[in-house]
């Protein structure tokens, strides 16, 4: 590309419009403060101030309201937490596995892929405690039968 060939079709289209646009920002912002009267700049300079004087109330307000949203919803998560663990509970519990962590969290990346190694692992350990239960219960058979002997 030559820096003497005209620009392509688009672009110079792109270029007229921002052209225009910065020629009509111009013209409208000098003639709105050309013909403004002395009335115009008080309620300028009165809309201002009110805004830089209640900006700071705003801002509090803002995070005020943020926080006791995220307190409501802090409170919702451990009453589910508590709920859920209540009818674990209820059932028997579950297999603990160390280092498991909840599987209603957020865990980004990789999360998908956790919980399912985590539901692999409970499923194996569980198959086991239940193949240990099933071999106790023959080794009490056999005891039983050594001991009418």
């Keep these: 590309m030559s820096w ?12 007229a419009t921002l052209n225009t646009w910065g020629d009509n920002f111009t013209r409208n912002t000098s003639s709105a ?13 009165v809309a201002i101030c ?21 307190k409501e919803e802090e409170a919702r998560t ?12 209820l059932r028997g519990g579950r297999v603990v596995i160390p280092g ?12 998908g892929a956790r919980v ?11 198959e086991h405690e239940q193949k240990l239960a099933e071999k106790g219960n023959e080794s009490d058979a056999d005891i039983e039968e050594l001991l009418e002997e």
């Design 100 to 111: 498991e962590e909840s599987e209603d969290e957020d865990g980004g990346w990789g999360h």
């Design 4 to 15: 003497d060939a005209p620009p392509p079709q688009g672009l110079a289209n792109a270029l």
């Design 116 to 126: 399912r190694q985590r539901r692999r692992v409970r499923k194996i350990v569980e």
């Design 50 to 70: 009110g805004y830089l004087l209640l900006r700071p109330y705003l801002i509090k307000l803002g995070a005020h309201l943020q926080m006791k949203y995220h």
């Design 33 to 45: 403060f050309a013909n403004m009267s002395a009335t115009g700049y008080i309620r300028l300079l």
């Design 78 to 89: 451990e009453e589910e937490r508590a709920a859920a663990a209540a009818a674990n509970e």
